[in-house]
């Protein structure tokens, strides 16, 4: 039996029902009638606990979300994940990043193949690859050892490698220098590579089709700039790919035996724990990544597992719907209370927009409900001083991700008291606010009273750990994609397909030329890119 439109699914119903009421309710009351609630309204696995009692929900709440994921078949779906079933139906393809992180000795067959059995070769040949780099054996052109990585990839192929590097930072070798490459301005080839010596420096080509113009250029850039320090045959010894397309490697000059393989059953942005991952290998060694793989495995057990009503990936994602389809929330803020975790909103907007920034079903029907919100972020406490005003006394809500740790790693002085301390009043004072009463009982001038007032009811999560590790932060990142599974799987939509990034690489395909061109083209597009790709060309020609 076929799952009704969202809309029309009995929960859906019984929800804007009951939003009718919730939406009148205030965090205040919510606290003030039951002394357990921030005791009741949590959930912990994989080293995370999740407290998500700030949120406007109440028992029934819950319950009717439950309700929802019964009849949206969110475990059914999920176990259709784990058994490699082509749920990415527009693509035709299994959808296995699960595969990636399950502990060698386990099978896993796929149209007849064992995927384990093909993973696991490749995170060896990843792990010699690792210790031949850390230890020096792998030398360059000159016979020199390679001192720096630089991952060329975009999207999916840079994103999690930068951020995971960055977020581990702590763990890494400090003797090995790590730059990403990924954007086709070339400024950023050029300013990650001017302090770098082509001798000592190797280039890990990471792309899943090897078809990417960016990182196609990118790496076309760097081998001119290997060849002219050190002439036609370097490329050998400082270039390894990251693909699942082995013609378009070796088309493009690297020798195959240093190419690591994944498959079409990871998408690009589940990717940093596949061959995608490889710097992130070479900067943690293979502890580090092991512990990192155990970390994303322990939160997919999790997900597997875990009743929903205690299933934290299944709560947020739930949560999310909740806001989105019935509050209007058009975005949500992750923000990290970890310097580390700087490019983590950065990573999560890929994983979150581009699987969830669909408006068709996967029947290919148009939905007539919201899907995607908008994810973004900042770490604490730097966006309390920038943009949180907005989100305490704006007129959006915007639901946030508050994440904490219980320990720096490096800690100095008080500063961490002082950093987690925010995270918890932050979360308070979204939650309760100030009312009026409150505002004058400060002796505040009536005309500055309206100003101070602050509504509250403003809903959070907070996740907290003991601290950054590589475990926690592969926790972390599971439990935000099969946060994206569970929101994707109640909408009904393909969270793992990505169209729509089709068409404007096409296009640009066809300006490139005509911006190229020494003789002024003829121009066939609208008036607006005509006139403009003109006034480029003027600019461009001026001396
Ligand atoms: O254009 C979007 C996209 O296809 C992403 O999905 C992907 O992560 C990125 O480009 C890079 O793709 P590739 O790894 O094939 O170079």
Redesign the pocket.
């Given at each position: 039996m076929s799952i009704p439109p969202l809309c029309e699914r009995p929960a859906y119903e019984a929800l804007a029902r009951h939003y009718s009421k919730m939406e009148r309710r205030h965090l205040r009351e919510l606290f003030a009638e039951d002394a357990t609630r921030g005791e009741r309204f949590c959930a912990e696995a994989a080293g995370i606990y999740l407290d998500y009692s700030k949120n406007r929900i109440t028992e029934e709440t819950l319950s009717l979300l439950m309700q929802l994921a019964r009849e949206s078949e969110l475990e059914r779906r999920r176990d259709m994940m784990f058994a490699g079933e082509r749920i990415n139906v527009s693509e035709n393809r299994s959808v296995l990043h699960v595969a990636l992180r399950m502990p060698k000795g386990t099978s896993l067959m796929v149209d007849g193949i064992d995927v384990m059995a093909e993973v696991h070769e490749v995170l060896d040949r990843m792990a010699d690859f690792a210790i031949k780099i850390r230890s020096g054996a792998w030398t360059g052109h000159t016979g020199k050892p390679i001192r720096n990585i630089v991952n060329i990839?975009?999207?999916?192929?840079d994103l999690g490698p930068v951020m995971a590097y960055e977020a581990l930072r702590h763990y890494t070798d400090r003797n090995l220098t790590f730059r990403f490459v990924s954007n086709v301005d070339s400024t950023d080839f050029v300013e990650a590579t001017r302090d770098l010596a082509a001798e000592e420096t190797l280039f890990i080509v990471?792309?899943?089709?090897?078809?990417?113009l960016e990182?196609l250029t990118n790496a076309t850039s760097a081998r001119d700039w290997v060849i002219g320090q050190l002439g036609d045959y370097a490329v050998a010894k400082h270039f390894v790919a990251v693909s699942t397309n082995a013609d378009r490697v070796a088309e493009f000059g690297i020798d195959t035996a240093n190419m690591f393989g994944f498959w079409d059953w990871v998408?690009?942005?589940y990717?940093m724990d596949s061959a995608i991952g490889l710097s992130t290998m070479v900067a943690l060694g293979l502890e580090g990544f092991g512990d990192l793989l155990a970390g994303f495995h322990a939160m997919d057990e999790h997900f597997r597992t875990a009743p929903p009503e205690k299933n934290l990936p299944m709560l947020m994602g739930l949560l999310a719907v909740w806001y989105v389809n019935f509050f209007g929330a058009q975005s949500i803020g992750v923000m990290p209370y970890d310097q580390y975790l700087k490019r983590f909103p950065a990573y999560l907007q890929?994983l979150t927009m581009?699987s969830n920034g669909k408006h068709v079903t996967v029947d290919g029907a148009v939905v007539d409900y919201q899907t995607g919100p908008v994810y973004w972020g900042e770490p604490g406490t730097n966006g309390q001083h920038s943009f949180y005003q907005l989100i305490h006394q704006g007129t959006a809500l915007i639901p946030i991700d508050l994440i904490g740790f219980g320990k720096s790693l490096n800690p100095l002085r008080d500063h961490h008291d002082i950093l987690s301390s925010n995270v918890f009043a932050q979360a308070q004072a979204l939650a309760f606010g100030k009312t009026e009463q409150e505002v004058r009982a400060e002796g505040t001038p009536d005309a500055v009273v309206p100003h101070r007032v602050m509504q509250g009811n403003r809903p959070t999560n907070v996740l907290l750990a003991e601290k950054l590790t590589p475990h926690a932060l592969g926790a972390l990142v599971a439990l935000y994609e099969h946060s994206v599974f569970t929101q994707g799987t109640i909408w009904g939509i393909d969270s793992f397909d990505?169209w729509g990034?089709e068409l404007g690489?096409q296009l640009a395909l066809a300006i490139i030329p005509e911006l190229k061109s020494a003789t002024e083209p003829e121009l066939g597009h609208d008036s607006s890119t005509n006139a403009l790709i003109r006034h480029y060309r003027a600019l461009k020609a001026r001396p």
């Open positions: 990839g975009i999207g999916g192929s990471s792309s899943k089709t090897f078809g990417t990182t998408g690009g942005r990717s890929q581009e990505q990034v690489k």
